[in-house]
């Protein structure tokens, strides 16, 4: 029977496929799995069941001679060394499709939050200082009848669109590739960022993108812009974020992930009025939590017995 290692402790329900067909050994501490302990089960597994926490670089995998195949309970995966895995002949899957609308309601909700400047009010009124009504007090930026410009156009981006469309945005677009979208206009970057009224980022973490926004591109936004990360921390160069935000460069911005990833909590970025930290929730409804454990583990059965996994992870896109 093949061998695997999950890497956090999942409910039994959904684990339980996986037992029927292979030895599962699960990480049931609290928090990530310590790396020593991640190197040495996966040493003797088969099979991986991992998670955006979990670094799977050059040394685990050298160490790691019966891995046939790691399933990540995650769209994003790059906290995986995926070249290395195919030199290695490791298959990779992971969870795009199942999470792209709780993602895409989560951009929404915090480009709300953020334009509304909401988290400025609701802490206002849990310290006590909520005044009597004024004429100008907290007001932000609206959303209907604005443009936003979206960051990345895949699945989740093009679910940001849909969703645009209801609040009648103009929608303008960022990617390496044109898509065929009618109601949205593939642009270059310094473009979707000067127009934007509000700007969400969802494209994946390669080395294309890290740093991608940085203070020459926080410059090209409106001083009355939001920024909204769904993505990867890193796609932003943290210092010049802050920067931007302190000076007024950008109105606000709503972080759903972050660079460092925890946040410490004397962070200069929580200092900050006009930004809003949540930790890395993007995907994080009870549906689509369930619906991406499911598949990891779909995926990892199917690689491991030789048939197609239904989401397996290729560099091609
Ligand atoms: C992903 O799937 O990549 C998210 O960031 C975790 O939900």
Redesign the pocket.
Known sequence: MDRVYVTRELPERLIDPLRQVTDVAMWDGDGPVPNDVLVSETSTADGLLCM?TDAIGPSLLARASYLRVISQM???VDNIDTDECSRRGILVGH?PGV?TET?ADSAFALLGAAARRLFEGEREVRSGKWGPWEPFHLTGGDLHNTTLGIVGMGRIGSAIARRAAGYEMRVLYSSPTSKDLPDADHVPLKVLLGESDHVVLSASLNVATRGLIGASELRLMRPTAYLVNVA?GPLVNTADLIEALLSGRIAGAALD?TDPEPLPPDHPLLSLPNCLVVP?L???SVRTRNA?AALAVENLIAGLEGWSMPAGFSTAG
């Open positions: 955006i995650a769209v994003g969870t999470l993602v990867r992930v890395h993007g995907s994080a991406m």
